[in-house]
């Protein structure tokens, strides 16, 4: 017997009490979102009005076309996706080796390794930005996007080895010692056998990857003076005056660059999920 059985008011009312709690957790995350989209879809004088003036005012894409139309907007979108692909495949690619050897082979130091790659995964940005300064300025690669791939990879890389580890110790062994009984170099057992099983914590991990290099500030902010991403052009918009502070652009721009994020985690959603909960269950 359950609960809707024997205490039929009882259930509606859990039921009722944990559909408003979802309802306000939605409306707690969704309105900041709802109010950026408003607020790019208004022209600047309807900024001052009332919010029930400022919800019903008339819909203008002008501050779109503004975004669209600025070159410094362009040039940071390219930037941006050029160092969030090139951050993602390097990250992969050592991930994935990194992975490999501390899923499958025992050595010693490996749970020092581990931890160690824990510790670096939660440094603050702040504590290796003079060194990776120092670093880049050495390296000739000030305001160069691969300056900005070569500082993220310490934040990507981490991660991805992490997430990728916990994926490798369930994969059963038998798949390569049959590879390898066919003849298969263990490159190819890693690229040919491994790499497909190994599909959705490798979206995973990318996914979440690229999230945090497409968004970075601190390291674009430092790293680079006019091959800026976007998060540092947003952050520069400026008005026709020192006072004038363009809300709507910005907001415009924040639409922009967030969308694709969105579009991207409902299309691989299953592949996250069961990409972060792959190692969690031993059977």
Request: overall charge positive.
């Amino acid at each position: 017997m359950n609960l809707k059985t024997t205490n039929p008011a009882l259930y509606y009312l859990q039921r009722l009490a944990f559909y408003l709690l979802v309802l306000v957790i939605a409306l707690y995350l969704l309105a900041p979102f709802f109010w950026a989209v408003l607020t790019s879809l208004r022209s600047a004088g309807d900024l001052f009005l009332t919010p029930a003036e400022f919800i019903a005012a008339p819909t203008t894409f002008n501050n779109y076309v503004q975004v669209f139309g600025n070159p410094n907007f362009q040039r940071g979108l390219l930037y941006s996706l050029i160092v969030a692909v090139g951050s993602v495949l390097v990250s992969l690619l050592l991930g994935s080796f990194a992975a490999y050897a501390l899923g499958r082979f025992r050595f010693k130091g490996k749970a020092i390794v581990l931890y160690v790659i824990l510790a670096v995964s939660v440094f603050p940005q702040i504590a290796v930005l003079g060194g990776l300064y120092t670093l880049i300025g050495n390296l000739g690669l000030y305001n160069n996007p691969l300056g900005l791939i070569l500082s993220y990879l310490i934040f990507t890389i981490p991660f991805t080895v992490w997430v990728l580890t916990s994926f490798v110790r369930d994969i059963p062994a038998e798949l390569e010692e049959a590879a390898l009984v066919d003849g298969a170099s263990p490159l190819q057992t890693l690229f040919l056998v491994l790499f497909p099983v190994m599909m959705p914590a490798l979206v995973t991990t990318g996914l979440l990857a690229f999230i945090n290099a497409w968004n970075e500030y601190l390291f674009a902010l430092t790293f680079t003076s006019t091959n800026r991403t976007t998060p540092v052009v947003i952050a520069n918009y400026s008005g026709a005056t020192q006072f004038d502070q363009p809300w709507g652009p910005i907001m415009a721009a924040s639409i922009v660059v967030t969308v694709p994020l969105i579009i991207l985690v409902l299309v691989f959603q299953r592949n996250i999920v069961s990409g972060l909960t792959a190692g969690a269950v031993k059977g």
